[in-house]
């Protein structure tokens, strides 16, 4: 499974990637706004960090002027995914600029229909947000469940790409059921290392060496 990380924090971007674990990055407009930063140079320095894809989202929401801030996105670097969302002028643009062989994220996925239709527009990858949904009592692991039985039984390589994740739980669930991607916030990244024996063995092991006295160097 690939792990992006969704977020515009440029420090945390730089740590995670010397992690060796990190496969991409997501933004979207809030992101930016949490960041304080200008989009186009964050964008360029993510860029220069990572790289995977590194999706940046489209402000508008019109047809016509999607295409162009979608071009201009994608002018920034070969790894760039234009984010649009899942609208009929957003899958527009995702089918012109997939026949370009420009990567696109369809974001804001809530349900297997329009997870389809983004396949047959040509997205490279597809954004259900799971904890969106589990907010209003859905269950937004069946529907990464639908959409991967749905893509295996057309061959469609559209990426399943798990987003809006809250807890470590929903990256390997989103796992088992087979999203190919998790965009993941830095802190749960952070808590997959974690668990509590291993902090413990650790402690026992480090102890241990050094009543031996030896050293391996
Ligand atoms: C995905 O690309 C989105 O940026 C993100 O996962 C949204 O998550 P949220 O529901 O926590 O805002």
């Not at 440029?10 to 496969?23: H, P, S, Y």
Request: overall charge negative; aromatic content about 6%; glycine content about 8%.
């Amino acid at each position: 499974m690939k792990f992006f990380v969704d977020t515009g924090d440029l420090d945390e971007i730089a740590k995670l990637n010397e992690t060796g674990m990190l496969d991409g990055v997501t933004t979207n407009p809030s992101l930016i706004k949490k960041s304080g930063k200008e989009f186009i140079p964050l964008i360029k320095d993510i860029c220069g960090i990572v790289r995977g894809p590194v999706s940046a989202e489209v402000a508008a929401t019109d047809y016509e002027t999607m295409i162009k801030e979608g071009r201009k996105l994608a002018d920034i670097a070969s790894n760039i995914a234009v984010k649009v969302p899942l609208t009929p002028a957003g899958l527009r643009v995702c089918k012109e600029l997939s026949d370009d062989d420009v990567m696109v994220n369809v974001t804001l996925c809530f349900s297997a229909n329009q997870a389809l239709l983004a396949a047959k527009a040509g997205a490279t990858f597809i954004s259900p947000f799971i904890g969106r949904l589990d907010d209003i009592g859905l269950d937004g692991m069946e529907l990464i469940g639908d959409i991967a039985q749905i893509y295996d039984n057309y061959g469609y390589d559209t990426q399943i790409l798990a987003a809006s994740i809250r807890h470590c739980a929903h990256v390997y669930m989103s796992a088992k059921v087979g999203a190919d991607v998790a965009t993941i916030p830095p802190k749960i990244i952070w808590q997959l290392f974690q668990h509590p024996l291993t902090d413990k063995g650790l402690d026992a092991f480090v102890a241990d060496w050094a009543a031996t006295g030896q050293s391996i160097l």
